[in-house]
């Protein structure tokens, strides 16, 4: 999380990341976050009685699009109204701009919504300050596992530089191309007009750290060679083959029923590491829990205790130093 620390989470504040990784991104900037912001999902996702609840609890509120039927569309103005309570009282809410996901590196066209939230926080509340915050978000490999991500959060810009328009339609316009042109330097960004398989086969080519997306997009815009790192690829490839080997064996048994059970029904690529996470919360406590008893029906408290810290340990490690 680069330049989080530097928000002024005092002031009204909208979060606007670019959207690869499903609920994960959210969650993440939740974690990680001093105060704890306000979350616009879409809709459909609500529609589960028991994740409704589980994601009140999380402050999330739905937000309705055109593919969720026209007549749906008239319930965001109660959560418009919401929204401009919470930003008057300098609460922070989160939405994503681009109002879908992709695994695709590229900052697609935003829509409309977080820009009719602050024109309909305006209409409530006259002259306030609402700064617009872009966050770049950056996986490695974010359907992978394991995985690493970097989040950049860019410098608040003040809405109201954007209320020197002749009109909202133009306003909005411009709070847009403001908020996109800002993501694209806070994110890997492989322009329309590039050929995007051969800029991802360049990029990987040369092991581009996808964490660090200023020095991805000179490369891109450069294309120099670098045959030093793929000398390098060699090496660390033979190391990562034993670690994902020891891994393997290690939890063998859960990488199965994930594998052949879970995997197949999540029907989104981008929502694999979403059903990753919580597929180990409610796999692996109860995994242990068995492997505790038997290992003390069999062999005492010693054996019990210390073999599931070590695979505990070893899965942290793997996870963190892969």
């Known amino acids: 999380m680069k330049g989080i620390e530097n928000l002024p989470w005092r002031q009204p504040m909208l979060l606007l990341p670019n959207h690869q990784n499903a609920l994960i991104d959210a969650l993440l900037i939740a974690v990680h976050a001093p105060k704890k912001p306000y979350f616009l999902a879409r809709a459909d996702v609500f529609a589960n009685r028991f994740l409704k609840e589980l994601f009140h609890l999380l402050q999330m509120l739905p937000i309705y ?7 749906t569309l008239v319930r965001n103005r109660r959560i418009f109204d919401r929204c401009a309570t919470l930003l008057a009282r300098s ?14 590196r590229r900052v697609r066209p935003l829509s409309k919504g977080f820009t009719r939230i602050v024109y309909h926080t305006w209409e409530l509340h006259k002259g306030l300050d609402i700064l617009l915050v872009p966050v770049g978000v950056n996986y490695v490999h974010p359907a992978g596992f394991p995985d690493r991500v970097a989040f950049y959060f860019g410098e608040p810009v003040s809405a109201c530089r954007t209320n020197d328009a002749p009109d909202a339609r133009l306003g ?3 709070m847009r191309n403001l908020i996109f042109n800002c993501l694209q330097g806070l994110t890997t960004h492989i322009p329309e007009e590039m050929n995007y398989d051969a ?3 360049y990029l990987e080519g040369r092991e581009a750290d996808f964490t660090l997306p200023q020095k991805v997009n000179q490369m891109l815009r450069s294309r120099e060679e670098s045959p030093v790192i793929s000398c390098l690829r060699t090496r660390r490839s033979t190391a990562r083959r034993i670690w994902d080997g020891l891994f393997w064996l290690a939890n063998f048994p859960l990488i199965c029923i994930w594998r052949y059970l879970v995997k197949p029904r999540v029907a989104e690529v981008e929502f694999l590491s979403s059903w990753r996470l919580l597929f180990g919360l409610l796999a692996y406590p109860p995994a242990y829990l068995f492997t505790f008893l038997l ?10 205790l210390l073999i599931p810290i070590t695979h505990v340990i070893f899965n942290l490690c793997y996870v963190k130093f892969r």
């Open 295 to 304: 290992l003390l029906w069999f062999y005492g408290w010693i054996p019990a």
């Open 199 to 201: 800029a991802i086969r």
């Open 65 to 71: 699009r055109m593919r969720d039927g026209r007549e």
């Open 172 to 174: 909005a316009l411009k």
């Open 91 to 104: 609460e922070t809410l989160l939405l994503f701009p681009e109002a879908n996901h992709s695994l695709i």
